[in-house]
């Protein structure tokens, strides 16, 4: 079985501040997606990352896929109030069938 | 370009009723999977379907079941509910997952409360 450890499952920063989340497996994914959800609302992507070392950058947030493909980072700079929310890692596991292995989850509070 | 389509938004039903959730996904997209997320143990993969054929399945009993249209559009149903079913059941569309970059769709969801 598949996991993702998401760390750390909540934050509560102050506007401005930088964070960055972690998103660990024991797993090879092929590609991992990161989404942000809102209370009641189902999640929206953020990114996709598929080669290990990549680096993608999205205005204020960077993701970053590791090397082994097994881990990803997200790191916000300068957080916002907006970007408060639930963020999640999603592995994909590979060609010919659809199945995302989601981690729990970090609940980010950001306080202006 | 619409986005997923899943109705209803809200459900109440009673232990031991069955319910049926449907997703009409994005436009061309022809695989539609669907997740059970609880604020226990997250999103969980429930089923996949392509081209009307399940090709994969979670680790779910089976009072969990679906289907997919020609149209792609899809159902889900839970027969016998229990409380533990409550959870919000999201659906998520893919225009034709193969290979490395898989990115999946979210619908909003349809929050069930079983009483």
């Known amino acids: 079985t598949q996991l993702l450890e998401q760390s750390p499952q909540f934050l509560s920063i102050q506007e401005g501040e930088n964070l960055t989340v972690y998103c660990n497996s024991s797993s090879v994914f092929s590609s991992l997606q990161w989404y942000r959800q809102e209370p009641g609302e189902g999640p929206v992507l953020l990114v996709t990352?598929?080669?290990?070392?990549e680096v993608k950058k999205l205005k204020r947030l960077t993701f970053q896929f590791g090397d082994a493909r097994k881990d990803s980072s997200l790191h916000i700079t300068a957080a916002q109030p907006g970007d408060t929310g639930l963020y999640l890692c999603a592995g994909a596991s590979g060609a010919g069938s659809y199945q995302l292995t989601f981690g729990k989850g970090t609940k980010l509070s950001v306080i202006p | 370009k619409a986005g997923v389509t899943q109705t209803p938004r809200y459900l109440i039903k009673t232990r031991g009723q069955q319910v049926t959730l449907s997703c009409s996904p994005i436009?061309?997209?022809?695989?539609v999977s669907w997740y059970q997320q609880t604020p226990g143990q997250g999103l969980q993969f429930l089923f996949e379907?392509?081209?009307?054929?399940?090709?994969n399945k979670g680790n779910f009993p089976g009072r969990f079941s679906g289907r997919q249209f020609s149209n792609s559009r899809s159902e889900m149903n839970v027969s016998t509910l229990e409380l533990g079913d409550s959870a919000l059941y999201l659906c998520?569309?893919?225009?034709?997952?193969?290979?490395?970059?898989?990115?999946?769709?979210f619908g909003q969801g349809t929050r069930l409360t079983v009483v």
């Open positions: 436009s061309g997209h022809r695989s």
């Open positions: 998520a569309s893919s225009l034709n997952p193969t290979g490395l970059n898989t990115e999946a769709f």
């Open positions: 990352v598929v080669t290990g070392g």
């Open positions: 379907y392509f081209s009307e054929t399940q090709r």
